[in-house]
């Protein structure tokens, strides 16, 4: 999805530079680069950040996403922040394209850390849902974060400890429910059991978690913007304050590198424990009333 940059800004919200000091830099023995990170939706938004993030924290980082020309600014702002990520283009509907990716990815290092944040929103009721729209979400959304992580695992045993953390972006969507998102609320709920399973599996050493935000100041926020503004005769703003933030106790939008800062923390020793579990930073949105 694109940004008109022509219009960079939408009801007052524009999407922010990523600055050095807002990035979680860790002291962790694993953040080294002789171990991979490999992040997907690494073009744009959440991913971008993530990917910039943990290049800054010493991580050889591998940016999968369909979207070469923004993938590539990406890897130019990781190489700003004095680190280095690769960037691979990579279509996640495609399983001979992602096996590639991971086949690359383990050339550079040991793949000890998996990031699934590729993903899209469809806004439609489950009666006119196109089934498929049903099937690309689930595929680029659900099946690959799967198979990625199928392809991962055995990367993540073989390497010198033998331990792998893969984080995977849910949302305040795979805690409730809101109308006209069936697909992105299944596929949401399915992350959380994903990660729950890995964890299951993992014995202690391989552990995976999810990050559950409401709305971040990305392109698939602000685009959504002008249309939901038409949709209900409001103003772009209100469609912010009211309709996005209405049910966060706090009404400034998430910045992507806040988001970003979360896998960092999941990924590293400070966060041993959380094992399956889920970071929900949503501003109170799930759990006040
Ligand atoms: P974004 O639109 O800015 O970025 C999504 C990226 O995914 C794009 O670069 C796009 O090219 C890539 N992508 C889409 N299809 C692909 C495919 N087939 N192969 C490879 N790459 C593909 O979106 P974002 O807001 O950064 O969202 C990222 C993730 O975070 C999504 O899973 C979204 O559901 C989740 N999320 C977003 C928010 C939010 O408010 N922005 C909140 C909670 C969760």
Redesign the pocket.
């Given at each position: 999805?694109k940004i008109d940059l022509s219009q960079p800004t939408r009801g007052g919200i524009t999407e922010p530079k990523i600055k050095s000091e807002e990035i979680l830099i860790l002291l962790d023995d694993d953040f080294n680069s002789s171990n991979v990170c490999i992040v997907?939706?690494a073009?744009?938004?959440?991913?971008r950040a993530t990917a910039v993030a943990a290049a800054a924290n010493n991580l050889t980082t591998v940016g999968?996403?369909?979207?070469e020309e923004?993938g590539k600014r990406t890897q130019q702002m990781a190489k700003e922040k004095g680190g280095r990520m690769v960037f691979l283009k990579?279509?996640?509907?495609r399983d001979d394209e992602i096996e590639g990716a991971v086949q690359e990815a383990a050339k550079l290092g040991y793949i000890k850390f998996l990031v699934n944040?590729?993903?899209?929103q469809h806004i439609d009721s489950i009666e006119n849902f196109p089934m498929e729209k049903y099937d690309l979400m689930q595929r680029?959304?659900l099946r690959a974060p799967f198979f990625l992580s199928k392809l991962c695992i055995p990367h993540m045993k073989k390497g010198p400890s033998g331990t792998g953390v893969i984080g995977n972006?849910a949302?305040i969507h795979a805690h409730i429910c809101t109308v006209n998102k069936p697909v992105y609320n299944i596929t949401k709920f399915g992350l959380r059991a994903l990660s729950q399973s890995i964890s299951a599996e993992g014995n202690g050493k391989i552990r995976s978690f999810t990050v559950s935000?409401g709305?971040?100041k990305?392109?698939?926020?602000l685009n959504q913007i002008p249309s939901q503004a038409e949709q209900r005769s409001i103003s772009q703003e209100e469609v912010v304050h009211d309709i996005m933030m209405g049910k966060s106790r706090v009404k400034d939008m998430m910045a992507?590198i806040e988001t970003a800062n979360l896998f960092m923390f999941g990924f590293s020793r400070y966060a041993r424990y959380l094992v399956g579990g889920d970071l929900l930073f949503d501003g109170g949105i799930v759990l006040t009333y």
């Open positions: 999805m997907t939706g073009a744009s938004g959440i991913g999968l996403d369909l979207n923004e990579t279509d996640l509907t944040i590729a993903g899209f680029i959304m972006m949302s935000t709305f971040v990305t392109p698939l926020v992507p």
